[in-house]
């Protein structure tokens, strides 16, 4: 990566440094194939909480407006985290499930394919 | 000196060079490059300032002299709209709307502009370049001004302008003109001039300013298609500096045209994405159209864009970086956006709505490949969930793009059913991109990107509420105390057109002056 | 709709103000154009990077100025100058200054000037172009630097108001001589040692960090000095005496200009300084320091124009300087 040109040193601190959100981290996700949700949303969350708390508690509100969220089979949902496969354990945390600091996770529903198979 | 018996008569470029060239000296009791301490650190390499083709040849008396007839003619029309009511002669209160973008996004740049070009002018050794850059920063202020009293007799009927300094620096989405302009004056003076000057002026004004001023008088807005025609004359000045600068900076070293051309891919892609909210304007918040957003890319970008490029290829330079991603994209990205503010639409300073069945139509017509199969099913699903009761306001926040601050809203170059993510890694710390264009110009910087004020980490940090605020206390709700910070009037400034205070008043006035003949 | 006549319906406005403006005009009231233009238009937080030309302060900063005030849009510029007003202004005073040339230039006024006076014009007003040049790229770097619209808008206006200046002592020249005349004033500026002095002061301005005291060295004091000096004690009272009223004609622009231009700098002098004796005193000290070095630099062009009597009119000009910054709070 290239430095910046300027007239002297320029370096700063990150703006987003994990320490300026009062002990939480960002997690970022994403539900492929349901662009109802303009963009992937992002939550600032415990560390230690479990992955179930996640999905089970965080979830619901941000996606539970489409109509298929019901309908999600999670037995057979599937998980990109940086675009790579992810096998999340739902009972540990997400410090544990190796999820750190802005995280950005894709959320995949075979079989549902947002309104009118739209994509929506 | 003796006196000479008949004067030679001097021509306009002799004479104007005179008025100008040789007021500037070569300082000796303090050195150059601490009397010009901005002229070097780019890496662009100047051999000749006086090589310098002034662009435009006007002296100060005849620029007062011209422009104060402009400031008597556009003002007279302000006026006279002001105390007519012009503002009932609007196609619908819909419109009000996409003044309420431009007076909050537009204007506080126009002003920007002003202080990036008194800081560039001040910063150049050459005098013609400094005098031009001087003059257009003038010009700013003007643009500036003219647009905010042009505005002012709106900002007595409708809500949502009644803030603007504020909400620019505060409101989510503003984060992405305003840091696109924070970008270009906090870089270099060189890279300013290629970022406003070039690409910015000259590359993608028109598609900034037609839209808007052929969308006012479309819509029966006098008073912004008033001063928009009076900045014209202005603009036009402006335009042959940015193509001045780009030609005087490649003609003077070889070694500059690596760095030009990349802050031409860098800035022609920082401005389409700020056009993103011009694009949603044109194809979704004008009651009365001019034409598609896709249409205008076409015209000012495609076929204008294509010429000049061409004639840039003699330097060296090639057309920008993404042009293929772009121009995929131009079938999506106003739809896209739409969709964007329509849902976050609880936490904006307009209103939105779902487009009528004449509308979408129109859209579906000029966007053949995509409304219907993309998009429509959408609306329509959001407008009988509206009719139900259920509006569609997204309440949990998005994710950004740490470059261009747009929420992650765009699709795979190719793939318009997958959001496009991509990300880089920094000193141990994840950032994430909308684009290749965006990730691309991070990794050139990160040590400028990574300072991003992104609206929605800011407010989990905890630092977009006014004082006395708790975030801690029991029952904490954080979008009234973010709507307050914002200035943004819930209920009033924001929410859906339908059932929003400038409909009613709108339709309440107007009916008074068609009853009252 | 053309058939509705929007003018007889009588409606409420919502609000008469931004309310920004409503705020800083005690409640929300019809407001000026110059107040809507200018109150809180320039950004002051949440700014997104800092500048790769000056990485220690964010765009705008309070801190690249030693005078402190708590709110920065005390400053009031008494012209009530947004582009609107500052254009037709000017507008009217260059058609007054077309006039006039026109006049000395179809009445045959330059053949009719003495030799001397002829001389003197040139000699004294064509190395100001170079003067007028650092005048406008001190109040450009003003505006750059300058903190909230209310102060540094009006220093582009003046930026250009010293270009257009330079361009009328261009056509002065253009009009007493020829392009020569303006390389060898040129000459002067650079290498003449009565002009050392002046060119010293300014270049030494040019690389001032603090954009108040920038102020204090251009704005107040060498203008408040060399205006005074060369349009009313040297153009207006000597040279005219001396037969060379045409060239009073001539500088009418400048003359007017400084006059008005005077009340803004008093105004914005005055406002520093009342608002903490921490300014006051910086205030003071800035201007006892360029005072002094200004005196110094304009010595010998006064004596050179004015000779014997050069030293009690610089007396007049420092003793009339005093007793304006002293109305303005300051203590020499």
Known sequence: MAAVAAVKPYEFEAADRLENFHGNQLLYIGWDQHLMFCAPFCFPLPPAMPFRAFVEQVLPGAFGYHPEFKQIDWSKAEWLASGQPFKPDWDKSLTDNGLAHKAVLRLRTPGLTGIKGSAT | MDMPVAKKKLGLKERYALMTRGLDWQTTYQPMDKVFPFAKYEGIKIHDWDKWEDPFRLTMDAYWKYQAEKEKKLYAIIDAFAQNNGHLGVTDARYVNTLKLFLNGISPLEYMAHRGFAHVGRAFPGVGTRVACLMQSLDEIRHSQTQIHSMSNYNKYYNGMHSFPKMLQRVWYMSVPRSFFDDAVTAGPFEFMIAVGFSFEYVLTNLLFVPFVSGAAYNGDMGAMTFGFSAQSDEARHMTLGLEVIKFVLEQDPDNLPIVQRWIDKWTWRGYR?????????????????????????????????????????????????????????????????????????????????????????????????????????????????????????????????????????????????????????????????????????????????????????????????PGVDPTAEGFKPLPVVLDYYGVGFGRDNLDFEGSEDQKNFAAWRGAATTNV | MSTIDLRTVTIKPLRHTFTHVAERIGGDKPATRYQEGTFDIQATHNFHYRPTWDPDHEIFDRARTAIVMKDWYAFRDPRQFYYGTYTAARARQQETAESNFAFVESRGLVSALPEAVRHLALELLLPLRHLEWGGNMNNAQICDYGYGTAISQPHIYKAMDHLGIAQYLTRVGLLLADETALDAAKQQWIADPKWQGLRKYVEDSFVLKDWFELFVAHNLVLDGLLYPLVYERIVDDDITMKGGSAIAMLTLFMTEWYGETAKWVDATIKTAAAESPANAQQLSQWTREYLQRGVRAIQPIARHALGANAEAVLGDIEDQFKSRVAKLGLAL
């Not at chain 2, 487009?355 to 959001?382: G, Q």
């Not at chain 2, 920094?426 to 400028?448: L, N, Q, R």
Request: aromatic share 16%.
């Open chain 2, 274 to 466: 700020v056009l993103t909210l011009v694009a949603m304007m044109m194809d979704y918040m004008l009651p009365k159209r001019v034409m598609s957003w896709k249409e205008a890319w076409e015209v000012y970008f495609e076929q204008n864009g294509g010429a000049l490029f061409k004639d840039l290829a003699r330097y060296g330079i090639r057309p920008p970086k993404w042009l293929d991603q772009i121009e995929f994209d131009k079938d999506h990205i106003s739809h896209q956006a739409w969709s964007t503010l329509y849902q976050y639409g609880g936490a904006s300073n307009f209103h939105t709505w779902m487009p009528s069945d004449e509308e979408m139509d129109w859209l579906s017509a000029k966007y053949p490949n995509t409304f219907d199969k993309f998009y429509r099913p959408r609306f329509e699903h959001w407008r009988d969930e509206q009719k139900k009761g259920n509006r569609f306001y997204n309440m949990t926040l998005p994710m950004l793009c740490q470059t261009c601050q747009i929420p992650m809203i765009f699709t795979e170059p190719g793939d318009p059913t997958q959001t496009c993510y991509r990300e880089s890694t920094h000193k141990g710390m994840k950032y994430h991109f909308c684009s290749d264009g965006c990730k691309e110009i991070f990794d050139h910087e990160p040590e400028k990107y990574k300072q991003s004020w992104l609206p929605v980490h800011q407010i989990y940090q905890g630092n977009c509420f006014n």
